[in-house]
């Protein structure tokens, strides 16, 4: 099949040279025809050489690299990938884990296919597209996680609609490329119980990337009071509940959020340590001092583009500040970013900066990020988009 070729300026082939997998629009100096988004493009230096295939999209990323080699981008390509990515979280212990059963499987550039996500609960697996590209193929990648899969997976749920360029919406409805719907399942994640519904949840219906740091919580918190700020499903509270807080607050702005935080606190083994506040996060926080033993912030993305970054700046270091400021001395609090504009160093910064208003003595314990199944490229340092610090505030 022949694909249309774009060439770069002189000097632009030096980022795919290092197999970045990017390709903005301004370093593309002319193209062989006019592709139409989502098309299979091959990428080509000035002088002709062949550097990369890809995704071709509007807009300031025009080209998302799949293969650094001339491929055929068929069924038998992307099981391949599929089975890679099967195989990797084989060696991390998660595909036949009786403790966890619920985890990444493919995460976008980290696994060769930039634009995509799957996340396995229990049985079904849960396909979200985010760029034109890998929607066109979501089928293929559906019929390959059948075929890796076998019987353990009941179901596929194709949940694009959300995530596509907002340019896309317009005809795309999410439903079942396999199965049928089930209305959600309970999940297990290190022995901790959650309820899933990834048809009317967030992203995929849980924040998977925090699995490791409800781990790491688990160890600070018996017998302390904590608070769970922005707290979604309640999935460090059902943490903390198991691994026996004394009391256990969860707050959201979203009243859905804390239905299902109670459904799921409901799960855990002491149920009556826990009560929930549909409430904004600083109006929560007024008159609390001294009242938590550990804080959890961990707040939606604040910034996702870098035009709005410092504004998202401004507002970790108010919501740091004011939690440094209401903690119990000896408090611990567990501070994240999400928003990928925003860099480890940057983050560390604002929340020195933050430390700073509040005037407490603050020790880093730990510095925290994704697990494995979210896996940063080393040729691709922007796939590492959740940062997070443990602190001891004094």
């Not at 990017?22 to 299979?40: C, H, K, L, N, Q």
């Not at 212990?93 to 493919?106: A, K, M, W």
């Not at 609960?121 to 849960?126: G, L, N, P, S």
């Not at 009391?247 to 859905?256: A, I, L, M, N, P």
Request: aromatic share 12%; proline share 4%; charged share 25%.
């Amino acid at each position: 099949m022949a694909f249309i070729k774009l060439y770069l300026a002189p000097g632009k082939e030096h980022s795919l040279k290092r197999f970045h997998p990017w390709v903005f629009s301004g370093a593309i100096r002319r193209m062989d025809g006019e592709p139409a988004e989502g098309d299979v493009v091959e990428v080509y230096s000035s002088k002709h050489e062949f550097l990369g295939m890809g995704h071709y999209a509007p807009g300031s990323i025009a080209v998302r690299i799949f293969s650094f080699e001339q491929v055929e981008p068929d069924y038998k390509f992307w099981k391949q990938k599929v089975q890679q990515a099967y195989q990797f979280r084989e060696r991390l212990g998660l595909t036949q884990n009786p403790q966890t059963d619920v985890y990444r499987l493919l995460y976008a550039e980290g696994d060769g296919v930039p634009g995509l996500i799957v996340d396995f609960y229990k049985d079904t697996a849960v396909l979200q597209a985010h760029s034109v590209g890998m929607h066109q193929v979501r089928t293929l990648v559906a019929e390959a996680l059948q075929e890796v899969y076998g019987d353990r997976l009941k179901a596929i749920y194709d949940k694009s609609a959300e995530s596509l360029p907002h340019r896309n919406h317009s005809g795309i409805q999410n439903g079942y490329l396999f199965g049928e719907s089930t209305g959600g399942t309970i999940v297990t994640e290190n022995g901790n119980q959650f309820f899933v519904d990834w048809e009317t949840g967030q992203k995929t219906g849980f924040f998977i990337d925090q699995r490791e740091n409800r781990s790491l919580l688990a160890n600070y918190v018996k017998g302390k009071s904590l608070l769970n700020t922005f707290c979604y499903t309640g999935g460090f509270s059902v943490y903390a509940l198991n691994a026996g807080a004394r009391e256990v607050h969860s707050v959201d702005s979203s009243k859905k959020a804390i239905e299902l935080t109670e459904r799921n606190a409901a799960l855990s083994q002491e149920p009556e340590r826990h009560e929930a506040f549909a409430i904004d996060t600083f109006e929560f926080l007024r008159g609390k001092e001294n009242r938590y033993d550990v804080i959890i912030l961990d707040p939606p993305a604040f910034a996702k583009s870098q035009n709005v970054r410092h504004n998202a700046l401004m507002g970790y270091k108010r919501l740091n500040a004011e939690a440094m400021r209401k903690i119990k001395p000896g408090g611990i609090l567990f501070t994240f970013s999400c928003s990928q504009v925003v860099d480890k160093y940057l983050f560390n910064n604002t929340v020195m900066a933050a430390a700073i208003e509040a005037g407490r003595n603050i020790k880093i314990m730990h510095h925290l990020s994704q697990p494995a199944d979210h896996p940063i490229s080393i040729f691709h340092p922007e796939g590492e988009y959740l940062k997070g610090l443990v602190l001891y505030v004094e």
